[in-house]
């Protein structure tokens, strides 16, 4: 069976607070273990004779902290298998051992494994230090975090924030500039150096950005956030984002936002995300990370509206969309693989097959052009549709082919408008020219959508130099003859070629 590990929090610092329960334990113990002396009752207790074997050559041989705690775990159940029955290995750790000690998280996992009897005994954690010296009450609302694995999202201003485990400066480096993605560069911080410990406590009230110049990092360093109601602390939150949308929509709200409904929204969600692909096509990030915003908030109304009529909630949006991503990626979540893009995609297809199955729809009885969105642009749908017929078969076996289509809707369309029917009938003939160029496209890899919106582009760009030469020559188009657009037209054109060419030298 082996020993008992016997685990003792020594803690926060003060040898006064050390309950007799624990020092007659860590007394009458026949093996001390300790996880690092650099903590005052280990000194204290080693100056009135109890001793203690360190794990601190762990730190020195380890590049990283889990490595530590690993390794340390490891050492105390080999220990303790190889004791005689009923030994008992005394483990000392600083305050409370159910409190940010990764090491006894871990014995408290294997222990069990290993058939090896865990005795946790408590003590003064940090936190009842911390909440004396700071002097505020945690039912206000209250957060733990660890610096080691601290983000920006993880801190909620409206609660009081503790962040432990800052052994260093650069440790606390990496505290400011997660703080500093909520929190102006001057927001007022609190450190915390050896709370409790009489004579070496230490409270330095310093601003944000001074964060990492303070000196005196170490085992018994902390680093707190007063709780505040400053909203615009939250300025960067999508629950902020989520109250601001729901009080425009409430009684109080906006007028015109509590008059939309879906139909009325439907044109807005289409013109923000062309705006979003405008920005797209200029590369410009902070038009597109504006832009971003108004699609966003698209999203957010109508997510709100449903919200009002109890259906679901913003976050059922998220919740569906991340269960989604999860199941269709089993190559990144799962147990699958996936060597290049296209394997990846036979994922998605095939996790999008089965979650067809689980709706009771079974996808071969479904036709082959199903999914594609009803109202998708006319060419980027017609691509959409192709690319469906053709991956079971149905496309041409090559250019040749396509060439050939291409000239017979060329020659039946010339031969609508000449012979002048009806206006519906050429249309139809121009939307058979239209279809199959678009099977042109998708068989060279281009995107018709695209193409034609660099074609505009370009349209655009050159027009606007026809303009421009006409207004400084005082003259508008529309008293322009065509031939002196068509030179300046020339003259754009040579001159994109020309920067083209220098461009790539």
């Given at each position: ?9 020594l ?6 607070k050390?309950?007799?329960g ?5 007394q009458d113990a ?11 009752v280990?000194q ?9 074997t360190s794990?601190d050559d762990v ?8 490595s530590v ?8 159940i ?15 750790v600083?305050?409370h051992p ?18 090896i009897?865990l005795?946790i005994?408590?003590?003064?954690s ?7 010296a ?8 209250f ?9 920006g ?15 260093d ?15 102006p560069?001057?927001y007022?911080?609190i450190v ?6 009489q004579g ?14 303070v ?10 956030v007063?709780?505040s ?22 009684p109080?709200g906006?007028?015109?936002?509590r008059e ?9 969600l289409i ?9 797209i096509d ?16 698209q ?5 709100q509206?449903?919200?009002e009529s109890?259906?679901f909630t ?9 269960e ?6 089993p190559h ?5 693989s996936?060597k290049?893009?296209e394997?990846a ?6 996790m ?5 199955r ?7 009885q479904?036709s ?11 060419l980027m ?11 079971v ?14 000239e ?6 010339r ?5 002048g029917?009806?206006?519906?009938e050429q249309t ?7 279809f ?9 890899g281009?995107?018709?959508?695209e193409?034609l ?5 370009k349209?655009?760009?050159?027009f606007?130099y ?11 188009p529309?008293d ?10 020339d ?12 461009k790539?030298?």
């Open positions: 069976m082996g020993a008992v590990i016997t685990v003792v929090g803690g926060s610092g003060d040898p006064d050390l309950t007799l624990s020092l007659k334990r860590l026949e093996e001390r273990y300790v996880r690092t002396k650099d903590h005052p280990v204290w207790l080693e100056e009135t004779g109890v001793a203690f794990f730190y020195e041989a380890s590049d990283d902290f889990p705690y690993e390794e340390i775990t490891r050492r105390l080999s220990l303790a298998g190889s004791a005689p029955d009923g030994r008992e290995i005394l483990y000392a600083p305050g159910m409190v940010a000690e990764a090491t006894v998280k871990l014995l408290k996992e294997r222990c069990p494994e290993a058939g009897p005795e005994i408590g003590g003064e940090f936190l009842d230090a911390a909440f004396t700071l002097g505020f009450d945690p039912i206000e609302g957060q733990l975090l660890d610096a080691s694995s601290l983000t999202a993880d801190v909620d201003s409206r609660r009081h924030t503790l962040i432990g485990q800052v052994y400066v650069f440790t606390a480096s990496d505290v400011k500039l997660s703080l500093m993605e909520s929190y560069d001057d007022p911080i915390g150096h050896a709370l409790g410990v070496a406590e230490q409270v330095l009230h310093v601003p944000l950005y001074e964060l990492d110049r000196e005196g990092y170490g085992n018994l360093s902390l680093v707190y007063p709780a109601s400053d909203d615009q602390l939250r300025i960067r939150s999508f629950e902020r984002l989520h109250e601001i949308v729901a009080i425009l929509r409430s109080g906006c007028p015109w936002d939309q409904t879906h139909q009325s929204l439907r044109k807005n013109e923000e995300a062309y705006e979003v692909l405008e920005t200029e590369d410009d990030p902070d038009h597109m990370r504006e832009e971003l915003g108004d699609l966003l908030l999203v957010m109304l109508h997510a509206m449903e919200e109890g259906m913003a976050y059922d949006v998220i919740q569906t969309l991340n989604k991503l999860l199941y269709r990626h990144v979540f799962g147990d699958k996936a290049d893009a394997a995609l036979g994922n998605w297809e095939a999008k097959a089965e979650e067809k689980r709706k009771g729809i079974d996808p071969e479904l082959v052009l199903s999914g594609v969105p009803r109202d998708l642009p006319a749908k017609a691509y959409k549709l192709q690319k469906k017929a053709a991956k078969g149905f496309d041409w076996d090559s250019m040749d082919g396509i060439w050939a289509k291409i017979e809707e060329i020659s039946e369309f031969a609508a408008v000449e012979t029917l009806d206006a519906q139809l003939e121009l939307g058979d020219l239209l199959s160029v678009v099977n042109a496209a998708r068989r060279i281009a995107d018709p959508e193409a919106s660099m074609t505009n582009a349209f655009v760009r050159r606007s026809v303009e421009e030469q006409l207004r400084g020559a005082g003259k508008r529309e322009a003859t065509l031939k002196e657009m068509d030179i300046l037209w003259q754009a054109k040579e001159l994109e070629r020309a920067a083209k060419e220098y790539n030298r």
